[in-house]
């Protein structure tokens, strides 16, 4: 559900007014999206089985853990991507050409051949984009993609590839166990926590910038009153040693945080 928070806020800030054949046209998009985010982490899954397997933390909440096998997953994954792109293809054709970059990026991450994933900073630089066009998703449905839409679409990217680092510090004891090497394997959990951070500073500023440039609405300035409590997060976190639970805790707190900055967004899009 976090995941359909990208488009739809792309949609409002290029809708422009509301209409019924409008209204109907995000329906579309975000029933596409919807699909599109379960094909990723279907997809994801599929790739994935054997280190989940060999994952104590995730062994007993696989699909094959649950009576289902390979073939049956692959045959989900492909009926939900087909699924998504025929909504996409019929809110328009940009929309289902960014929906298959966003697909085509999913399958660089996760495919065994390539494996994006266990390859450090390509993995991040892949989140940044994905990021970036899950908003982009959104915004090309109503308006050509511009300079604006650029912009704010670099705010999601950040947020999303510094998640993504704090994951993978999270993941770390499960990623050594099965040869994957992210770049909290590579680099240490310590720096890729600090990286993630960095990233998440660099979103809160450019958030500010975009509202004081008025290409989001003016009150998302208040987001920064909600850095100094995702600083403090962070570092009981890092006080904690990292851990799996606190690592937890700590993604559930920052969430909040986003969904608070993403709620604000859409309400004054919405007023506006």
Known sequence: MALQGAPLLGAIL??????????????????????????????????GIEGDLNNPRRASATFAARGLNRTEIGYLALSLLALSLLLFGLVGETTLLVGLAIAALSALYSAPPVHFKGIPLFSSALHFVGGALHFLLGYATFTAIDARGLAISCFFGLVFTAGHFTHETRDHESDVLNGIRTNAVAFGKRQSFLAGLALFTAAYALLVVLALSGLVPFVLVLAAALYPLHVLASLRALREGLTYESLIRLQGRYRAFFA?????????????
Do not use: K, R, Y
């Open 14 to 47: 290029s809708i422009g007014t509301l209409t019924p054949g409008n209204m109907l046209q995000v329906a579309a998009l975000m029933g596409g999206n919807f699909c599109l985010v379960a094909h990723v982490f279907v997809f994801n899954d599929w790739s």
């Open 260 to 272: 608070i900055i993403g709620i604000a967004m859409l309400a004054a899009a919405l007023l506006a």
